[in-house]
């Protein structure tokens, strides 16, 4: 009668099969979320540029990945919504007249004729004119977020985004004392200009590069676009207006992730 016999490694084989058993989480736990690393930049005091102290970014914020199609959709959006779409032209109907046709439509020797609203005449019709309309397009709140800290992150990366410390302005609105201070940080003409971003208007700094356009711009927080973080060569915004434009851009960023439920 044959008997079942225990081999001498089964043993070994089967306590390690079941360590690695032991080593897989439960379907129940959820490991931590991984952490994302933070970016860090310098904070200036303006118009001396003399660092002040670091500010920590989330890497989602400041760090991301370039997306050029991302970008050339938020650029297109951003222009289909200003134009007015107000152009209006009258067709044959609209045009004030008799509907009465002008000559016999045979035994002249000349071209058909209709009424003296045809567009082919003078005063008459515009055939094919343009009518009011919608030139908006649509496109996604959070695609459209992501191309905001896109904008900004190329920048970042590229060495052109300057935080400065919140207060920008200078003393006086002449011109020539914003021309000094774009000459001597290099953000002027020769450098490819520069974009001034506050929290409010200043006044002094408003009305100052008001008649030095051909170093930069200056607008608000509010005014800012996509177009403008990346059509100058530089951004020297305030920390303030830097983090209300992250926070007023992140609906993207899903900070409570689902977990699944086992029962």
Do not use: C
Not at 69 to 96: C, M, N, P, Y
Not at 217 to 225: C, G, I, L, S, Y
């Amino acid at each position: 009668m044959a008997t079942e016999t225990v081999l001498p490694g089964s043993q070994v084989l089967e306590s390690s099969s079941n360590a690695h058993l032991t080593s897989i989480p439960s379907s129940g736990s959820r490991g931590p979320a991984p952490t994302v690393p933070d970016v860090v930049t310098t904070l200036y005091s303006f118009p001396t540029m003399e660092p002040l102290r670091f500010a920590h970014y989330p890497a989602n914020h400041l760090h991301l990945p370039l997306r050029r199609d991302i970008l050339h959709r938020a650029v297109i959006f951003e222009g289909d919504a200003t134009r007015q779409g107000t152009a209006s032209t009258k067709w044959r109907d609209d045009v004030h007249g008799s509907g009465r046709k002008l000559r016999p439509q045979k035994g002249t020797g000349r071209a058909r004729l209709g009424d003296k609203k045809s567009p082919m005449l003078k005063g008459g019709g515009v055939a094919f004119g343009p009518h009011p309309r919608d030139f908006s397009t649509k496109l996604p709140r959070k695609m459209y977020d992501l191309a905001w800290r896109t904008a900004l992150s190329y920048r970042y990366r590229r060495g052109e985004l300057i935080v400065v410390e919140d207060g920008v302005d200078i003393e006086m609105n002449e011109p020539r004392w914003i021309k000094q201070i774009m000459e001597r940080n290099h953000w002027g003409n020769a450098d490819g200009r520069s974009l001034l971003v506050t929290k409010d208007v200043r006044r002094n700094l408003y009305e100052a590069m008001a008649g030095a356009g051909e170093h930069g711009r200056a607008k608000t927080e509010d005014d800012v676009d996509v177009k403008d973080l990346l059509e100058l060569g530089r951004i020297v915004i305030e920390r303030s207006a830097l983090d209300g434009i992250l926070r007023d851009h992140s609906s993207d960023l899903n900070r409570a992730v689902p977990s699944a439920v086992y029962h």
